[in-house]
DNA sequence: CTAGCTGCAAAGGGTTTGCGGAATG
DNA sequence: CATTCCGCAAACCCTTTGCAGCTAG
């Protein structure tokens, strides 16, 4: 996990290791917490291949979901952000800037639910929402939060 | 809550009480869990106003949510659905048939996680992946879940 | 009466797809 | 070398917007 071969990752998961998939891996490796979207992701390949294309970035991503190396997190705006990390964890979302924040919680009790609806789970993802630290020092208040 | 008067309803958030509105409403709680989407309000209003379109729908349904009547949920797949029920409560989220069930957890504890980030909470909603029931019949055994 | 709504059509933004050519294993 | 992938462009889907006429309060 620290000393990370793209190309192992690749292999691991029976992708061929393009280049471009190389970059693309590297890329969400380098953004991290940034949880990017495709278009973030675009611009940051274009530097080193100037002619990729977005059909190529949104084919990368959709064979690494295929794969489970990232996961798709879609909220209220337009446009999906990919999520590198595998381990379990959840998310800050700022309402007003947007900003999403990776977030570890002690495990959410779920078992009786499960039970109950005879459901078989195979994951689980918290989403808060609300108003970040920067945020809420530039607006100064905001009504309905209860901290 | 029981006997509903849409009318009243939108009265409370200030909305003029148009029959598409009131339709829109009735059909959000009739429809109750099956959490629409856009293009089913649309159809299931078609009966009523033939000569409705898309666009009355989003309107009415960008209208409800500014006015905190109801709440959109976008996961994987490409469409908005909508949610009248205001009560706080999380969904299991079919991965075969897409179906999406209401669940009502033991409140989270991210008291810790609001302090460490200073983060002011408007809400939070817990997402859970897997199987249903039915569908489990149906397939009878898929990996990597854990009951 | 008049602010706000409907319905139409067209545009918008993000994502997907078909195809010929190129590169991987 | 066969298969898979890349890049281009166009298509696609869901959603939004501009505008003219209508309607609820």
Redesign the interface.
Known sequence: MDHWDAMEVLKDVNLRATPQRIAVLNVLKMLGQAHPTAEEIYVALKQEFPAISFATVYNTLKSFLDAGLLH?L???DKASRYDLNTQAHHH?L??VCGDL?D????E???AQ??RE?????????????????TC?EHTLH?A????
Chains 1, 2 share one sequence.
Do not use: N, Q, W
């Open positions: 798709e879609r909220f209220g800050l700022c309402e924040i977030i570890y919680l002690p959410v009790d779920v639910v499960l609806h005879e459901f078989a789970m195979s994951g689980y993802h918290v989403e808060i929402r609300g108003v970040c630290k809420r905001k309905d939060t209860h901290l």
